[in-house]
């Protein structure tokens, strides 16, 4: 993160997946999915960016409640939706 900055993670990140979901809409063949699952799984320093934009916002007393609530967020969006 120091030479992309975590606001410029949470932007590449997302453009990544979704360059990445359109990639996968438009695969024609199988096999095409191995390289954009290479591409997808670059995606992932969205999360972790997004955690350090939002835990810098508050205060240090108040973090063990952030990250228990960034928890139960994701916690609730894997029961809803697929991981």
């Given at each position: 993160m120091p030479k992309l900055g975590y606001h410029r993670a949470v932007y590449i990140g997302l453009l990544i997946y979704g360059a990445s979901f359109l990639l996968f809409a438009i695969a024609g063949e199988?096999?095409?999915m191995?390289?954009?699952?290479?591409?997808?799984?670059?995606?992932?320093?969205f999360g972790p960016s997004l955690q350090?934009?939002?835990?810098?916002?508050v205060p240090a007393n108040e973090q063990g409640e952030l990250q228990?609530?960034?928890t139960s967020l994701i916690s609730l969006?894997?029961?809803?939706g697929p991981s």
């Open positions: 199988g096999w095409m191995f390289p954009i699952l290479f591409l997808y799984g670059l995606g992932g320093i350090g934009v939002i835990s810098n916002q228990g609530t960034f969006t894997n029961i809803v």
